[in-house]
């Protein structure tokens, strides 16, 4: 019996004019977002490619150890095509620093001042598949009791000893037969698009998460039919019916959902970026301090010229044409600033993690509001599978943070910044005396540092007093007379691909075992209901 009410629910259903209107709505809509996302994605390789390809020839031109700084540039995530996430609101790439560690991707800057909130709304599959999916799920089963109530049928079906209960599931299957080759259109054209548009290709580990999110729909398909049958159930007309299910509809796929981010950014403050900089700006002022008061012992150079010298943040410096006491002083100032600096970036870093604690408290708080909707929930098991929600990118930082420190060990195992490796790339026994560089450089004119300092301070013209320092030459006085630096031992990042499994575990579980307890009550409201439905 219970078949036999699905099979007519369904060719009922599968002859009307709003499965016609739905399929060709699907057809329309779905491979307009997936060739949307393809599009999205081919800009992002293209970009990842050129950032990479920048990133490589930055480290191949470098000849001294404090100019080793790895950047790890991502490519772009394949299944975000079909759930972007958050992934259009943060960089694409972390430059490793020994001074600072790793806070937030660099790049693209987020429009948000959360980059972790996800925008709401984006033209992805997802998203449409969350809106169109619903409505169609409401719009096959508005009217699923009170149609037949109207007509006079469901009196008679009832007159016969026909338990409720056939019934009622007998008309979920039916409609969930309607809607299921919809649903499966829907993924397998999204699927063959992939297989024929040459700018990707998935592996197994895309297809199975394809796979699980095609079933998590289905889930999420079946909620709203319940939904639908429960208004169904609960009114006494099909039109009283439509306007309810169209205003859960709305509030459940829109208000909700918008709703969860605002309330999360007004009432769950976030800490201020502007705050954090200042504090950090703080400390790194009273680390300049102590690496001040740390080498003012030093001794001094007999000369502190630099004839070629090339310096930026985080310590990197370059130098050429120095005296050898000039060197000396360098490297051990470098062996004694650089590591205070790495010890600096441990301090900063509470008041970092602070911050970091605090939008991602925002994006919880966000997410458990979202929950009272289904396409809250929908949404999230997507971004989780699609490996674009917030907390991918938390782990892919925290991946990037342990390899910051894995790369300081191999240059604290190397003690490179003790040597003189760390700002030239001049080997040491060709470093002369400022009076040799004085001699070579004004081509035997002067002899010593102090014969020409003797006759510079008599030139009022300052030009002159150099002009005469660009006869001869010096060699190594330049970095194009060294080659560049070889690093081959140094260890390289690995980039973590979970598994199926190990992308729902934790929350994303929770989430599902909600939406599959709401599928539960659902039914038995819907089942109750329809006990004490009125069928006259």
């Not at 009273?286 to 310096?311: F, H, I, V, Y």
């Not at 030139?459 to 010096?474: E, H, I, N, P, T």
Request: glycine fraction near 8%; charge should be positive.
């Amino acid at each position: 019996m219970l078949l036999h009410i699905a099979r007519k629910e369904f060719h009922n259903n599968l002859l009307s004019a709003r499965f016609a209107i739905g399929f060709l709505l699907c057809l329309v809509l779905i491979p307009f977002s997936v060739l949307l996302g393809i599009g999205d994605y081919r800009d992002q390789a293209g970009q990842y490619r050129i950032d990479r390809d920048a990133a490589e020839k930055t480290m191949k031109e470098i000849r001294t150890w404090s100019y080793l700084r790895p950047i790890l540039v991502f490519p772009p995530e394949p299944l975000g095509i079909f759930g972007k996430g958050i992934s259009g609101q943060v960089g694409n790439q972390v430059k490793i620093r020994l001074g600072e560690k790793p806070l937030l991707p660099e790049g693209k800057a987020a429009a948000r001042d959360n980059p972790f909130l996800a925008s709401f709304f984006s033209v992805d599959f997802v998203d449409i598949a969350a809106i169109v999916l619903s409505l169609l799920a409401l719009l096959f089963s508005y009217d699923a009791l009170s149609r037949e109530k109207e007509d006079g049928t469901l009196r008679q079906q009832m007159a016969n000893p026909l338990p409720r209960s056939t019934l009622l599931a007998g008309k979920l299957v039916g409609i969930l037969m309607t809607l299921l080759p919809i649903l499966v259109f829907c993924f397998l054209v999204g699927g063959l698009i992939i297989l024929f548009s040459g700018d990707l290709s998935f592996s197994a580990r895309e297809w199975g998460r394809l796979a699980l999110l095609a079933l998590i729909s289905l889930g999420y398909l079946v909620l709203f039919v319940l939904v639908g049958m429960f208004v169904s159930a609960r009114t006494r007309s099909s039109v009283s019916s439509l306007v309810l299910c169209l205003f859960l509809w709305v509030f459940f796929v829109f208000v909700v959902p918008n709703m969860a981010s605002y309330a999360a950014e007004s009432f769950v403050p976030a800490k201020s970026r502007d705050n954090l900089a200042s504090v950090t700006k703080d400390m790194d002022r009273g680390l300049r301090e102590r690496q001040e008061a740390a080498t003012k012992s030093l001794p001094r150079a007999d000369w502190d010229m630099n004839w070629w010298m090339s310096g930026q943040d985080d310590g990197r410096e370059e130098s050429y044409g120095c005296s050898a006491s000039f060197f000396e002083y360098k490297r051990q100032r470098a062996s004694i600033e650089i590591p205070m600096m790495i010890d600096n970036a441990d301090t900063k870093w509470a008041p970092q993690a602070a911050y970091l604690e605090s939008l991602s408290r925002q994006a919880r708080a966000a997410d458990n509001l979202a929950m009272i909707s289904p396409a809250g929930i929908y949404r999230a098991v997507a971004g989780t599978l699609c490996g674009t929600d917030w907390a991918a990118l938390v782990r892919r930082l925290d991946d990037v943070r342990r390899y910051r420190e894995t790369f300081i060990s191999y240059l604290r195992g190397k003690d490179i910044w003790s040597k003189y490796e760390w700002i030239t790339a001049a080997p040491p026994a060709k470093m002369i005396t400022a009076d040799a560089i004085i001699e070579k450089l004004s081509g035997g004119r002067f002899k010593t540092l102090a014969a020409y300092d003797a006759w510079a301070g008599k030139q009022a013209d300052v030009k002159s007093r150099w002009d005469v320092l660009r006869v001869g030459k010096l060699a190594g006085g330049q970095p194009d007379d060294f080659p560049y630096l070889v690093a081959n031992d140094m260890p390289g990042y690995i980039e973590r691909r979970e598994g199926v499994g190990r992308s729902l575990e934790g929350g994303a579980v929770a989430r599902l075992g909600l939406l599959a307890a709401e599928c539960l009550v659902l039914f038995a409201l819907a089942y109750v209901a329809f006990i004490r439905y009125d069928v006259r």
